[in-house]
T-cell receptor
Framework: AQRVTQPEKLLSVFKGAPVELKCNYS??????LFWYVQYSRQRLQLLLR??SRESIKGFTADLNKGETSFHLKKPFAQEEDSAMYYC??????FGKGITLSVRP | DTEVTQTPKHLVMGMTNKKSLKCEQHMGHRAMYWYKQKAKKPPELMFVYSYEKLSINESVPSRFSPECPNSSLLNLHLHALQPEDSALYLCASSQGSVGLYNEQFFGPGTRLTVL
């Protein structure tokens, strides 16, 4: 079965610190991977998809087929980045999610 | 209109009631989805409609019955639910069908409580 694993439940950092949210997948073919974000009291929304290789709100995510990973990174966290982040793959399976808390 | 809307926002129902959740989008999307999300858990896929036909049913109990009357509307009919069915029910849509690189747009959800 195709799975997405987010090994951590919570990441707490200070403003300005680097952030890396981990995501590993299990799929032998060409995966279709996404990061979704859910800010407090807002709807779930797409943050990044691996196919577009873009940077959104300072976040980037690179697909590493050798390590089967799609980690989400940001060099300098902001307080407004505090949210729940889900890694998801094309068969519409979400990882368990990680809460990012950015402290002032 | 670039939003997915869901009604009602909140619903409280007894185990013998029949109710329906509604979802609407006017973005011309041809795939629509129902998810169930429990507190502090990820969304769990329930159903996928592609071009108004049910394409995925993730072994959902028959007390949940989806319906896609047209390309803009998606309903979820509820009957004889259990208290453990209480959750946030999310609707989403995407331009194309499952398996393509299509962004899903999510609605705000309906908070369902079954007494």
């Amino acid at each position: 079965a195709q799975r997405v694993t987010q090994p951590e439940k919570l990441l707490s950092v200070f403003k300005g610190a680097p952030v890396e949210l981990k995501c590993n997948y299990s799929y032998s073919g060409s995966p279709e991977l996404f990061w979704y974000v859910q800010y407090s009291r807002q709807r779930l929304q797409l943050l990044l998809r691996h196919i577009s290789r873009e940077s959104i709100k300072g976040f980037t995510a690179d697909l590493n087929k050798g390590e089967t990973s799609f980690h989400l990174k940001k060099p300098f966290a902001q307080e407004e980045d505090s949210a729940m982040y889900y890694c998801a793959q094309s068969k519409l399976t979400f990882g368990k999610g990680i809460t990012l808390s950015v402290r002032p | 209109d670039t939003e997915v809307t869901q009604t009602p926002k909140h619903l409280v129902m007894g185990m013998t009631n029949k109710k329906s959740l509604k979802c609407e989008q006017h973005m011309g999307h041809r795939a629509m989805y129902w998810y169930k999300q429990k507190a502090k858990k990820p969304p769990e896929l329930m159903f996928v409609y592609s071009y108004e036909k049910l394409s995925i049913n993730e072994s959902v109990p028959s007390r949940f019955s989806p319906e896609c009357p047209n390309s803009s509307l998606l309903n979820l009919h509820l009957h004889a639910l259990q208290p453990e069915d209480s959750a946030l029910y999310l609707c989403a849509s995407s331009q194309g069908s499952v398996g393509l690189y299509n962004e899903q747009f999510f609605g705000p959800g309906t908070r369902l409580t079954v007494l």
